[in-house]
């Protein structure tokens, strides 16, 4: 019994599970086995050996640098500056942007203690110090730390002479982008504007 508790422990873990959903889940896998839990089982663990994080962005992928920064197709002068890799996917869905990604890996936030050397600001400046962009789009999410971390960011990127814009108002206020519709991601992106 206690495997089963510790599978309920750590599926409570995951977004939208508390500790009823997780026990819910855990019975279901339970009692189907072979179409269900050792299917997810092995699913997890090639996953877990598989995946890596971009040197380059911090995007998620089989290989490094990711199939994003490797793509011919896409504008490599623009980039677009995400906190979670939950936020460069929503954009991809919408089938509009064609530059490259960078991956905060969070958002500055003084109560959780949270700080530029916290997230892959570094990274960023070093990417925009070498001349590689022409313009950096801020696509944090406008609730007050993201607006925190895109004011940090746009006073950090002053220097570099790369045009700095920010997602229009198609976002609403203290909306986050891995919630919002394909359109209106598409539109805040088309009517993004200068800082």
């Given at each position: 019994m206690r495997e089963v508790e510790h599978?309920?422990?750590?599926?409570?873990?995951?977004?939208?599970?508390?500790?009823?959903?997780?026990?819910?889940?855990?019975?279901?896998?339970?009692?189907?086995?072979?179409?269900?839990?050792?299917?997810?089982?092995?699913?997890?663990?090639?996953?877990a050996a598989a995946i890596r994080t971009c040197g380059a962005c911090g995007n998620i992928d089989t290989i490094d640098p990711c199939a994003v920064c490797t793509d011919p197709e896409r504008d490599a002068t623009i980039v677009c500056v995400v906190e979670d890799v939950a936020d460069l996917w929503a954009l991809e869905r919408t089938g509009?942007?064609?530059g490259r990604?960078?991956?905060?890996?969070?958002?500055?936030?003084?109560?959780?203690?949270?700080?530029?050397?916290?997230?892959?600001?570094a990274g960023l400046i070093a990417r925009a110090d070498a001349g590689a962009f022409s313009e950096v789009i801020l696509a944090t999410n406008l609730t007050v730390d993201g607006q925190t971390t895109a004011h940090y960011?746009?006073?950090?990127?002053?220097?570099?002479?790369?045009?700095?814009?920010?997602?229009?108002?198609?976002?609403?206020v203290g909306g986050e982008l891995d919630y919002l519709d394909d359109g209106t991601l598409t539109a805040a992106l088309r009517a993004r504007r200068p800082l």
């Open positions: 599978l309920i422990q750590l599926l409570s873990r995951l977004p939208g599970l508390g500790p009823r959903s997780a026990r819910r889940a855990a019975l279901h896998l339970i009692r189907k086995p072979e179409t269900l839990m050792d299917p997810l089982a092995r699913a997890l663990g090639e996953a509009t942007f064609s990604y960078h991956v905060l890996g969070g958002r500055l936030s003084a109560l959780d203690g949270i700080g530029p050397e916290d997230l892959n600001i960011l746009t006073d950090r990127l002053a220097h570099s002479g790369v045009a700095v814009t920010r997602l229009a108002h198609g976002v609403p």
